[in-house]
């Protein structure tokens, strides 16, 4: 388990933080008249005086960020049989369509591989950001996987082809510095937008854009860049465009396009849905522990999908199975822990796996004092990524200095005080992640297992990840384990047997060659 991150990422001091921004703004060495004289000029050099609204057609892969099969891989890749990106500078306003289909075998990582056809519409104006469900229906869009607000996230998307940012940079003081890379000189166009997106630009020795990048700060990975580069600019339809994108979160990509057609000033655009801008922000809904068993509680996520937890109650301390998403669910749990159970230290927090939906939270309890049961493998990884700088959204771990305490877990583990149980084991060879933990209740013959076996809200329905259900129930029923009910962290509680009737239903439709 090396990590790639820290290697893969530019040093600290240098780049990787608000602050580094704002010094080299003070640093400036160029006069704002001078700096704008070169964002013009680079406007110029593209054909893009004039450009109010762009569309762009192409095909390539995207990918899922926090997903990877382990912390030596790239986050896991989907072909996109159709890209088309609109925006509207003007109107400030982006329509992102993808049509997705799977691309790895084996289908190794997150994303409930292997996938059928998927089809994505997200829109985006004046700070709203909704999608399109099954028949059109808009409905308001989700947080990112970084856990920045989609809207954020689309206005970022516009600000990252060559028109937008140069056209955002002519109306915020840019600052501009050159720098030799590699023998050629380049010039770096940096600001920061009215709503507070850093971003900084690299012009070529053509005043063409080669690279935009700004800064996430992102579960597990504290701060990373997120950027995107532009090759092989052509002319497509009067204006110069890149027939190349690559962009890249955290050092891996997240989207590699190429170009096939642009079309500039068609003025696409759509009006914000009535329901949309009416949908007001509400405070997350408050959390309803249920009542599962003797001295066992699960802890819903907000919505059918996300994640949840699991609390155990031990007779001197408490275990909690799963951090899910980021600091802010951790703090919600964890008070709601406290109220349910007055008095009793968490000592452990179990980890199913890595994925950033199972582990964003996982800082949160080992700035409690809790340690962290997770697969041995990805003790490593954990200290590597989390010795990064969290600079961006500063968490309780960053700010306590304590270190984190780990127990890796290699076959299994039982932890009792002779009366409550619970074994927390590993089961090896899933493609979903090679350290996935499962975690057994059997005085309530409940299995706790992430992402092997995530049922539908209606049992009619397939689940997805069929081969990661095979090799997980092979996996439980070569240990004999006894077992009632399966509680999923994401979806339903389910009887044992529903996941046998779904292997006998779809092994030969979807399992994987
Ligand atoms: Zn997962």
Known sequence: MQGHFVTSMPQPAKSLSWLSIFASLA??????????????????????????????????FDALFGQAYDGDSAWPRFALTRFSLAINYQDNFLRDERTRVQAQNPPLGGGNQPIGEQRQTLLFRDGYAWSLGRGG???????ERDLRSASEARQT????????????????????????????????????????????GTLDEHDHLQRIRTWVGAPVLGDVVLDSVFSEYQDF??????????????????????????KANSLVSSEVPEGIRQAVTTEPPAIK???????????????????????????????????????ERSLAVIDAVHKLVPGKPIRYIV???????????????????AAIVTWEGNVSYYRQVWSNPYTIHPDHLAKS???????????????????????????????HNPGMLAIYLPRQRALI????FNPQPDPRDPPTAIPNLVQFYGAVQKLGLDVDQIIPIHGRVTPFEEGLTDIEAHKTSQLWQ
Do not use: C
């Open 237 to 262: 339809d009067g204006i110069l465009f890149p027939r190349h994108i690559v962009q890249s979160e955290g050092g891996y990509p997240l989207l590699d396009v190429t170009v096939t057609s642009v």
């Open 137 to 143: 229906k808009p409905s308001p869009a989700q947080l």
């Open 157 to 200: 998307e516009i600000l990252f082809t060559p028109q937008g940012f140069l056209q955002a940079a002519l109306h915020a003081n840019p600052t501009v510095h050159t720098e030799k890379i590699a023998d050629k000189t380049v010039t770096l166009i940096s600001f920061i937008t009215a709503n507070k997106i850093a971003l900084e």
């Open 27 to 60: 640093a400036m060495p160029l006069h704002a008249q001078d700096a704008k004289a070169i964002v013009e000029r680079a406007i110029a050099a593209i054909h893009a005086q004039d450009i109010q609204s762009i569309e762009i057609n192409g095909r390539g």
């Open 449 to 452: 297992e992430a992402d092997s």
């Open 351 to 369: 980890n199913t796996h890595t994925h950033f939906d199972h582990s964003g939270g996982l800082r949160t309890y080992a700035a409690e004092g």
């Open 401 to 431: 200095k304590r270190t984190p305490l780990f127990e890796g877990l290699v076959g299994s583990r039982t932890f009792t005080d002779g009366n409550q149980e619970v074994i927390v084991f590993h089961y090896a060879g899933n493609f």
């Open 289 to 327: 522990p249920q009542p599962y068993g003797e001295g066992v509680w699960i802890i819903p996520g907000e919505d059918y999908h996300a994640s949840k937890s699991i609390l155990v109650e031990f007779k001197d301390y408490l275990l909690v199975v799963e951090a899910p998403d980021g600091e």
